[in-house]
């Protein structure tokens, strides 16, 4: 087995931040330029953390690659973490967004598209009743909205270190003695989350159970499989024992398949045949066009015609004027019916595994004591010998340190991975070529830091 030297690990990661900043002097300029108005230089906080001592700046971005203002091509294996999952610019949306940018953006009232693509949507994830958003995040809101408001009840129940988007009710973590806290720099939270929110591991139907025997708890909201603390796949049986648990307790499930989409056609739900009450997804589904849509059952449905007042429908915290435009409608139905087709799935599954493989091999090479995991056009490296079962394993394996590393060397060599994870997304212009030179790139940067 091999073992880290940390010293080995600074001096390499002090010769690529060189190696960097010397290959990208016009993104260092515009870097410099952009800290004039934007603190980080950045146009989001959270993307100073990519590695390197500023971003890399695009000039464009088309399919699996992306070129910068240096001129440098790159294999884009992050893929907007999932909302380019389809490819860049995916000809198809592009050419239905093109058509709809000259005839109007936003309305207010609904395009035919809609139509489309709600059945679609139904088709595809098994749920007959859709409402649009603009984002994941709006979605997984509204739809914890619905639950509060048709149960009666105040709480939710998430899995330690989830994440959904930037909701209130999900940046919560398990403390002592299974209490809720708040996740480490929980930004300004509007109320402590042990007032929304119950936190149980992933695959612990006993805590899940626990945690709904107060009966007070609205909604679960979970991802059928962890990917934003690394992959962690559910055990036989758990996603099922999850829907029986909150049909025993009267508490709405909600699967969150803005990630597990890579899962197929229909997410994890899909493939695995799962009956959530509620579906959440964004991202992917509009090829890059901002757009985020939740779907729910007939019950659902019912409970909600029969509870909302059509005076008050537009201030009762369920909206967004830009909700349902058509551009958003336009690119929906153009990726869902001509991009993220089975075979598109096809083309892109067996890639993900040819990446997985040849990172297991460069781990194998090396003895190091990680491991890889497998879901669908998605898979992840973590620094740990065996896969997590759950949130608090799967952090407890990561490293920042050896994590930055990893990918400032990889962009050097013109590869982007996903930031904050080891993850690799495959796309349907991604290639085996692509997948070759990671696995190659892997390989040696293993051997020369475990050298
Ligand atoms: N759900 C999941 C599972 C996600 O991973 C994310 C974002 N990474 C979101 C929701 C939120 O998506 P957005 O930031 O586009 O609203």
Not at 95 to 104: D, H, I
Request: aromatic residues 6%.
């Amino acid at each position: 087995m091999s073992t880290l030297d940390r010293t080995r690990l600074a001096d390499l990661h002090a010769r690529e931040r060189e190696a960097f900043t010397a290959a990208r002097p016009r993104s260092g300029e515009l870097a410099e330029r952009a800290r004039a108005h934007m603190p980080g230089g950045v146009p989001m906080s959270w993307m100073v953390k990519w590695p390197g001592d500023h971003p890399v700046f695009v000039e464009h971005a088309e399919g699996a690659h992306f070129t910068c203002v240096d001129g440098i091509d790159h294999v884009d294996l992050c893929l907007g973490d999932t909302g380019a999952m389809m490819g860049h610019s995916p000809a198809a949306t592009v050419e239905a967004v093109t058509r709809q940018l000259a005839r109007g953006i936003t309305t207010m009232l609904p395009t035919e598209d809609a139509i489309a693509v709600s059945g679609n949507l139904a088709d595809r994830f098994g749920l007959p009743y859709w409402q649009f958003t603009l984002t994941a995040t709006d979605a997984n809101r509204h739809a914890i909205r619905y639950a509060r408001h048709l149960t009666g009840r105040s709480k939710v129940v998430v899995h330690n270190y989830c994440y959904h988007g930037s909701v209130d009710e999900a940046f919560a973590t398990i403390g002592e003695g299974g209490t809720t806290v708040d996740r480490r720099h929980n930004i300004g939270a509007p109320v402590d989350t042990a007032e929304t929110t119950r936190v149980v591991e992933f695959n612990d139907l006993d805590a899940l159970e626990k945690a709904l025997s107060h009966g007070d708890v609205a909604a679960i909201l979970v991802e059928p499989a962890l990917t934003n603390i690394g992959i962690v796949l559910p055990d036989d049986g758990y996603n099922a024992g999850v829907r029986e648990l909150a049909t025993k307790y009267g508490a709405l499930l909600i699967n969150d398949e803005t990630h597990t989409i890579c899962a197929g056609p229909g997410g994890y739900t899909g493939a695995q045949g799962l009956e959530p009450d509620l579906l959440v997804i964004g991202k992917s589904i509009g090829g890059g066009i901002p757009c985020g849509t939740f779907g729910f059952t007939q019950d659902v449905a019912d409970r909600i015609a029969r509870s909302v007042d059509l005076e008050d429908i537009d201030v009762g915290g369920i909206g967004g004027t830009l909700a349902g435009n058509g551009l958003s409608m336009a690119a929906m139905k153009a990726t869902l019916e001509q991009v993220m087709t089975p075979e598109a799935f096809a083309h892109m599954v067996p890639l993900a595994d040819a990446w997985a493989d040849g990172v297991q091999a460069g781990i194998d090479a090396v003895g190091a004591d990680w491991h890889v995991t497998r879901l669908g056009a998605r898979a992840e490296y973590n620094f740990s010998k065996v896969p997590s079962r759950n949130g608090q394993e799967a952090h407890d394996a990561d490293d920042f340190e050896l994590q930055q590393y990893l990918h400032l060397y990889a962009l050097n060599r013109g590869i982007l991975l996903t930031p904050f994870h080891n993850m690799a997304l495959m796309c349907p212009d991604t290639t085996v070529a692509d997948v070759d030179a990671h696995t190659t790139m892997f390989r040696e940067c293993l051997e020369e830091l475990f050298a």
